[in-house]
């Protein structure tokens, strides 16, 4: 091809694309801003990791990403009351029927990181060391019952709290603070949890995410459990349905979902650390281990989210322009 033709053709797709550059312009002023908005966990916004991960999507896509912080329970309940366009959460059951009962579509896993059991340093529990998150469970409440021990609960709705009751179910337990006052439901998020156990030298269960970021308030706790299978902490991103809620923005959510589980998006759920600590593990694209952690269908749905495709945004547009531009100045020379 010569150099004259080369030209010629370059200006042709540039023409092409200035073409489609002036019809997002008189498509309602496209280059306006996009909003979404995001129901989440606190422990994903209080660890920090969303907003070391979505400006890399806001800048591409021209989004505002909204996001409400809170339990898994309420996060949902946001999100089907058509208040969200997706979630991200951490409790199966929960997604499970969010799902099941066509609030949601899509349900994909994400990340995972895990939970510990953390109390006061003089642990009169006598639980430190241990890996077994159901024993120490036994021992927390037979120490309360001895009046030595208080245990504080999120009694949020939360996956924390759904994790929180199922291990006490394991031991046989049902505690309440009517019935146990050595048990303390807190009705709060994870943050404010952290700082009432440290006040009262009490247990609580956290994530790990969450603890790094608060641990340099809280003087009086450590680390007692961790590292047991059953505290394992797997999130999943669901969709709400567009069906059911045509008003909320799907598109845009869909392409957040996609760039979240991409090999980008992995890496940067990957790259992000406290005090050089990996906080969250990223499992979209490791199917067996996704299998393992609840996600039966992951490799199906990773599959379904890569075949969609996605319009051009306008900013997306403009980057587009300034590489064949960049082209035929490198053509000219």
């Known amino acids: 091809m010569s150099r004259r033709t080369r030209i010629l053709a370059v200006f042709s797709i540039v023409a092409v694309v200035a073409g489609a550059i002036f019809l997002a312009l008189s498509y309602g002023q496209s280059s306006r801003q996009q909003n979404l908005v995001l129901a989440t966990t606190t422990s994903t916004y209080d660890s920090g990791l969303l907003d070391y991960v979505l400006p890399v999507f806001e800048k591409r896509h021209n989004v505002k990403v909204n996001i409400i912080s809170k339990g898994t329970g309420d996060s949902i309940e946001i999100a ?8 991200l959460v951490h409790s199966r059951k929960l997604e499970e029927q969010f799902v099941k009962d066509g609030y949601g579509v899509h349900r994909v896993g994400v990340m995972y990181n895990d939970f510990m059991i953390i109390g006061p340093s003089d642990d009169p529990a006598g639980i430190a060391g241990g890996s077994n998150a159901t024993f120490a469970f036994e021992h927390i409440a037979k120490a309360g019952a001895e009046g030595k021990a208080v245990f504080i609960s999120r009694a949020d709705k939360s996956g924390t709290n759904m994790l929180e009751l199922s291990i006490w179910s394991t031991v046989g337990l049902q505690p309440s603070n009517k019935t146990n006052t050595w048990y303390i439901e807190a009705g709060a998020g994870m943050g404010a949890v952290l700082r009432m156990t440290n006040e009262k030298n009490a247990y609580t269960l956290t994530d790990r995410a969450t603890w790094f ?42 392409a957040l979902v996609k760039f979240m589980i991409s090999e980008e998006g992995q ?36 599959e379904w989210y ?27 020379s």
């Open 267 to 302: 890496r940067l759920i990957e790259s992000f650390r406290k005090e050089n600590q990996m906080l969250f593990f990223p499992i979209a694209r490791e199917f067996q281990l996704a299998n393992r952690l609840g996600f039966p269908s992951q490799e199906h749905e990773v």
């Open 306 to 332: 890569d075949s969609q495709e996605l319009e051009l945004s306008f900013v997306e547009l403009i980057a587009l322009r300034g590489n064949l531009e960049t082209f035929r100045f490198e053509s000219d």
């Open 213 to 254: 970021s608060f641990r340099s308030q809280l003087p009086h706790l450590t680390v007692l459990v961790e590292k047991d299978r059953i505290l394992l902490n797997p999130y999943a991103l669901i969709l709400v349905n567009p069906e059911k809620y045509p008003q909320r923005n799907y598109k845009t959510a869909l």
């Open 80 to 87: 089907k009351r058509g208040d969200a366009d997706l979630v």
